[in-house]
């Protein structure tokens, strides 16, 4: 039994020296400069519209804004369409990261310098219909301390939203379902809806009710002035115009 545990013993020992001497070369210096770079590392997201063929790959480099007008419709060569861009920031040689979205789980990815364009890396999201979780884990891409992880961080980029495009968000714009994008899902009814879109016309109906009460206020408040002043200014008006013509008359004699 004693042999046995002596020997246990010594495969464990053997197992530490081994991982401290593989990890040797990997000092507190190096670490501090990994770890440096790593918390430098950020991400984030951009939805933007991009323009599409007529079997909607996209047209890269064209602006929406550069197609004419006219060109826009059913039997046009050109459309739109919504997309959502992940931007990984700041990643150096040093160092590498892996990507995975978790509430999928359909997404993994590593991504190392040579990936980058000067350390920035785009990635177009396959879609516009799910909000995902991109866990983004940043690990030591340097010989002596490669494979250790550094940083862990995650982000969140949203889904279009179905609500945004319907006619009672063209009234209900600072509902939170009405959104373009969001980063959780809309919970809402249509009675609800319904609800906020009779409020809001009733309080459209106040405010034109209001203006045109305070119109009439101010005319039955002020209306004895304007008189006096309007008989005013006619009365100076004529008796300029009686002045000028006695004048005329009195230049002609």
């Known amino acids: 039994m004693k042999q046995k545990k002596k020997m246990i013993l010594f495969c464990v020992l053997c197992f530490l020296s ?19 770079y790593a918390y430098n590392v950020n991400a984030n997201y951009e939805t933007k519209t991009i323009v599409v063929d007529e079997n909607e790959n996209e047209i890269v480099g064209m602006d929406p804004s550069e197609i004419p007008e006219e060109e826009m419709g059913q039997d046009s060569k050109y459309g739109l369409m919504s997309a959502i861009e992940l931007e990984i920031r700041n990643i150096t040689d040093s160092i590498y990261v892996v990507v995975k979205e978790k509430n999928l789980g359909i997404e993994t990815f590593t991504i190392t310098y040579a990936d980058t364009t000067d350390g920035t890396y785009t990635y177009r999201i396959p879609d516009t219909n799910n909000i995902r979780n991109y866990e983004i884990t940043v690990y030591a891409e340097n010989q002596d301390c490669y494979g250790t992880e550094l940083n862990k961080f995650s982000v969140v980029t949203p889904k279009k939203n179905s609500y945004h495009d319907s006619t009672a968000c063209l009234y209900l714009t600072d509902k939170y379902y009405c959104q373009e994008y969001v980063t959780s899902d809309v919970n809402v009814s249509d009675e609800e809806i319904g609800q906020e879109l009779q409020k809001y016309f009733e309080e459209g109906k106040k405010k034109e009710e209001g203006q045109e009460q305070s119109e009439e206020n101010f005319w039955e ?4 002035f304007i008189i ?5 200014v006619l009365l100076i008006g004529v008796g300029v115009a009686v002045v000028l013509i006695i004048r005329k008359r009195r230049k002609v004699l």
């Open 228 to 232: 006096i002043g309007a008989s005013v």
């Open 18 to 36: 081994f991982v401290i001497t593989a990890n040797a070369e990997c000092d507190y210096e190096t670490q501090v400069q990994l770890m440096t």
């Open 221 to 224: 408040k002020y209306q004895t």
